[in-house]
Structure formats: structure tokens, C-alpha cells
């Protein structure tokens, strides 16, 4: 037989079997966009409990479930490289506000972690779960894993471990230079947590007790997550006009850790309210990052498509407030002098005329002091002027009343930047929210529409409307090119052999409903969504389906 004939034999035995196969889910008729970046394709996808099996014409193939997706998008699922779902998602496991986006893996983790929580961590952790009702019951991160497992979740999760909250619990709040007793004992948490399965360290670097660690105390954490193939997450030190030199500390960091870096929410912030142009610019910053590339330096960046931040309130007062932690904070709001004092520094910093440092660019946006939860989704300029104060006594008096724990949303940026860097070809997108719903516990604050909306926002208003990227493109950038940089080798791609983590959407309706205004609203467009080859989104709905798994990073899987 020649060589020919025996391909064609093989390639016709091959179609027939799949052809006659059974399988748990058949999705016909789709634009299968398959997370490389490749244009669309017509192509059938048959799925056998959690992995995808065939592709192709299976038009004679049986299922126990068929998803006729004729005229919809198939592509893999999202994800969501910066997450803060870690304690939602013990509320509620559906993570609604996610898989309605199409979202089907989290990363969680940044500048506090679920764990290790240990020592002054703990007391502040409990306190900090009570808005949740929420108890700590476990200590590491391994433990809060195993927490979720045991409870149930539609999303895959992955968690770096946070450099801050090791910190917290090895040092307390104080600003000051760990001890050498101290560093190792730091070390020995991060080595704990990456053979537990986190996938990197993290650190905000614009967040106490984080702020006060030295670049070379970061290296060293860093080089134990580089030990167990992790990387190095950051959120940077500063987003304005120190962005450069907080770029050049993460690009150290990659460099003599010798592990890749990934820039949390990469933005120009704080820009100025007259319309002159900053520097440095966002355009220094990716010239910055691209050269650190050139040089060998594994550093990309994800960022959200909208032009505002969330953060505490708690940012908007002098770094000094914050030292030796929360409990210290609020002394110091309480003590009338120390008050007056810090009343003083707030009106400066606010009359400086840079966007989201003024009264009118700050939107309250949560609190656990039910009278002023009525202020929800106001500017600071309107609050204050309700409460008959000046602004600098209202951000006060906010955090004052909430414990430390207000919240707030700002519009510091702008709009042309968010464009240039989302079109950047090794950013990827993540939502800096969280997996919230529009009833209960999870309701009581007022989020960033990122938190419902991002991955939409993008396919809908970017792609679809303003067309500044492909939808292949943008498709690329929020799933195989995430999971590239997370060691996800099963995910992040259709494929034959690779995981059915799939969301099928239509690419002509997909946009985000939530607004600044009224953010508890879901995302339109995503029709399905599978997760481990079950469908956690049926025509829109929520199935109650709870397939979501750990991922564990490269240290727990080698140590297995």
C-alpha cells in the first residue's frame, strides 16, 4: 500500500470513529476562535468528561448534551489574571459576576492572600472576615485550598502567595527593616505556600505593612518562589509620576530572582486635571518595559479596560496614618490634635489638581457603617457638601466611621492610555474585582463595573465597537497568553487533549451593562459556559453546577 493511500485510510478511519462516537457534550455549529490568535474557523467540539476529544465536522456524532452554537463565538475560556475573589468566593461559590462574563479561572492573591495568616495577621484577618460572616478557619494557604474543594465553586482558581501578608505575619505593621531571624522565617513561608501550590509571590507595594519591605527583602522572597517555578506579580509602587523608577524596582526584582514579572493593572494614574501631558508618560513606561524585554527580562503587564481605580479610601491619607496597622490608624483619627494634623495634609493633597486626588474625582464606594452606606456611589465633593463639612473632615470622618475599611473609586486616568495599553501585544486582561452578585451579603457595597464587566467590556466596546484589536486578538490576550505565563499547559486553548473549559458567546450582542452608577448589573452576550466539561452557563442562566478545581502551581505539581 503506498504511503498515500495508508494517509487517506488512517484519515477516513479517523472522522468515521469520531463521527460515531459518543460524547457527554457536542457543541455544532460554532465559530471555534481557538485562543491562538488564528481567525475563525467552522468547527463542531466534542467533549468526553472534561477534555476536549474531537474537533471538526461531528455532524453524525451522538451526546448525551448538544449545544447548537450556530452563529455564536466558541472560544476557551476566560482568564482573569488579578482577581480578589479569595473570600467571595466562600460566600457565595458560583461567582456570578465572573461566569456571566465568560470567566472560567482566577488568579488570586496580590498584596494579601488567603494565606499563610499567621501571628498579627490573624487578629486582623478575623476582623477584616467579618464582613463576609465569614470565620477563619484556616492557617495556610494549603488549608484554604482545601477549604474551598471541600465547599464548592464554578470558577478554577489559582493563588500566588502574598509577600505582605507573609510580612504581617512574620513582622506585624511596624516600618522597619525585617530582621535576619525574621527573613528566613519569611523564606520558609514562601517555600511552604509555592509546595502547597501557589503559583508566585505577590506584592502592593502602595499598601501597608507591603510598602515598608525593601527591594532586596522582595529578591529574596523571590528567589524562593523562583526555586518552585513561580513568578513575580506586583503591584508597583507607584502608578504616577514615579512610575518608572517603581517599574525599574520590578524589573530588578525578575532580574536577580531570575523568575518572569508580571505588572498588576498596568497604568499611568494621577494625570493631570489641565490637560497637560505627564512624565513620565505610559508610552516612557512601555518603552521602559519593552527594552527590559530586549534585555532578556521576562516582564508583561494585564490591565482593565476602564479609566478608574479602586482602592481603600485609606490611600487618600499620609502614609505616616497607616503605620503599625489599622488599630494604630484609627488612634491616630481619634486623638483631636493628631486629627487636625492629618485634616491639614488631606486638604493639600487634595487641592493639588491631579485626577483622583480631588474631592470630585473620588467616589465612595463601600463601607460596613450602615448610616453612611446611603453616601454609596457619591463623589467626596457632594458627600461633604451633604454632610456639611470640607472634603478633607468627610474622607476622614468616611474611614473613621467604617473602621479603616471604606472603600472608594477614582478617576485618575485616561481614556487614550487605557487604549494604548490594551492594545500592547503581551498585555492580558484582568478585572481587579471580585465574584460578587446582586443579592445579599455580596450586594452591600458599591463595586467598580470591573468587577461585572471586563472581559465584556473589552469584546463588546473595544473589539466590537471602537475596533482597536481583533477579536482573535483580544480572544488571545485572555486565554492562551494568560495561560502561557501561568504554566496552565491544559488550558487556555481549544484543542484536542486540552481541558473543556469553553465559553460560547455572541460576539454581536456581548457588552458589559454595569456602569459607575449601577454596577450591580450582569454581563450580556456570554450564552454558555463550560467548565471542566460541565455547563456552568445554560442560555444565560446559572446552572448551580460547582465543577471549578485549585490549580496548583509548578512546585506542588513537581513535589507530587
Request: proline fraction near 4%.
Amino acid at each position: 500500500m503506498s504511503t498515500r493511500i495508508l494517509v487517506v485510510t488512517t484519515l477516513v478511519l479517523f472522522l468515521s470513529c469520531a463521527q460515531s462516537q459518543r460524547f457527554d457534550v457536542l457543541i455544532k455549529g460554532g465559530r471555534l476562535i481557538d485562543g491562538t490568535g488564528a481567525p475563525a474557523r467552522l468547527a463542531d467540539v466534542g467533549i468526553k468528561d472534561d477534555i476536549i476529544v474531537a474537533l471538526g465536522d461531528l455532524n453524525d456524532a451522538v451526546a448525551d448534551n448538544i449545544i447548537e452554537a450556530g452563529g455564536l463565538v466558541v472560544s476557551p475560556g476566560f482568564i482573569d489574571m488579578h482577581s480578589h475573589s479569595d473570600f467571595c468566593l466562600l460566600v457565595d461559590g458560583r461567582g456570578l459576576s465572573k461566569v456571566m462574563d465568560g470567566v472560567t479561572t482566577e488568579l488570586l492573591g496580590e498584596s494579601s492572600s488567603a494565606g499563610p495568616v499567621m501571628g498579627p495577621a490573624r487578629a486582623e484577618r478575623e476582623k477584616s472576615l467579618k464582613q463576609y460572616e465569614l470565620s477563619l478557619d484556616w492557617t495556610t494557604l494549603g488549608e484554604y485550598f482545601e477549604r474551598l474543594e471541600r465547599q464548592g465553586m464554578s470558577v478554577n482558581i489559582l493563588s500566588t502567595v502574598g509577600s505582605g501578608l507573609v510580612r504581617a505575619s512574620v513582622v506585624g505593621y511596624d516600618n522597619r527593616p525585617a530582621t535576619s531571624e525574621e527573613l528566613k522565617r519569611m523564606e520558609k513561608l514562601v517555600r511552604q505556600a509555592m509546595q502547597e501550590g501557589a503559583v508566585g509571590l505577590s506584592s502592593g507595594l502602595i499598601y501597608p505593612p507591603n510598602q515598608y519591605a525593601s527591594t532586596e527583602e522582595l529578591i529574596r522572597m523571590a528567589r524562593v518562589a523562583a526555586q518552585h517555578g513561580g513568578i513575580y506579580l506586583t503591584h508597583i509602587r507607584g502608578e504616577g509620576n514615579k512610575l518608572l523608577e517603581a517599574l525599574k524596582e520590578a524589573i530588578e526584582i525578575g532580574r536577580e530572582a531570575e523568575l518572569p514579572v508580571e505588572v498588576l493593572h498596568f497604568k499611568r494614574a494621577a494625570v493631570r486635571l489641565d490637560g497637560e501631558p505627564e512624565n513620565p508618560s505610559i508610552q516612557d513606561a512601555v518603552a521602559l518595559i519593552e527594552q527590559a524585554q530586549q534585555n532578556g527580562i521576562e516582564i508583561y503587564a494585564n490591565m482593565y479596560p476602564y479609566s478608574a481605580s479602586q482602592t481603600g479610601l485609606g490611600v487618600r491619607l499620609p502614609d505616616w496614618v497607616h503605620e503599625g496597622g489599622r488599630e494604630k490608624l484609627l488612634e491616630r483619627l481619634r486623638n483631636a490634635q493628631i486629627r487636625a494634623r492629618i485634616r491639614k495634609e488631606v486638604t493639600e493633597s487634595l487641592s493639588q489638581g491631579i485626577a483622583s486626588r480631588t474631592p470630585d474625582t473620588i467616589m465612595f464606594g463601600s463601607t460596613p457603617y450602615e448610616p453612611h452606606r446611603r453616601f454609596l456611589g457619591m463623589r467626596i465633593d457632594a458627600i461633604a457638601r451633604e454632610m456639611k463639612i470640607k472634603p478633607a473632615e468627610a474622607i476622614i470622618e468616611l474611614i473613621d466611621k467604617a473602621d479603616g475599611r471604606a472603600g472608594a473609586i477614582y478617576f485618575g486616568m485616561r481614556e487614550e492610555d487605557v487604549r494604548f495599553g490594551l492594545t500592547r501585544p503581551w498585555t492580558t486582561i484582568g478585572s481587579d474585582g471580585a465574584a460578587v452578585a446582586p443579592e445579599g451579603i455580596l450586594a452591600q457595597s458599591h463595586p467598580h463595573p470591573r468587577w461585572y464587566g471586563t472581559f465584556s467590556r473589552v469584546l463588546g466596546y473595544y473589539v466590537r465597537e471602537e475596533r482597536i484589536m481583533t477579536l482573535p486578538e483580544a480572544i488571545r490576550k485572555m486565554t492562551s497568553l494568560p495561560a502561557s505565563r501561568l504554566g496552565l499547559v491544559d488550558r487556555g486553548i481549544v484543542a484536542v487533549g486540552k481541558k473543556a473549559d469553553l465559553v460560547i458567546f455572541d460576539a454581536d450582542a456581548i457588552i458589559d451593562k454595569a456602569t459607575f452608577t449601577e454596577p450591580h448589573q450582569f454581563s450580556e452576550g456570554v450564552r454558555w459556559l463550560l467548565i471542566n466539561g460541565q455547563v456552568v452557563i445554560e442560555e444565560g442562566r446559572h446552572t448551580g453546577a460547582m465543577p471549578g478545581r485549585v490549580l496548583k502551581g509548578k512546585g506542588a505539581r513537581s513535589s507530587s
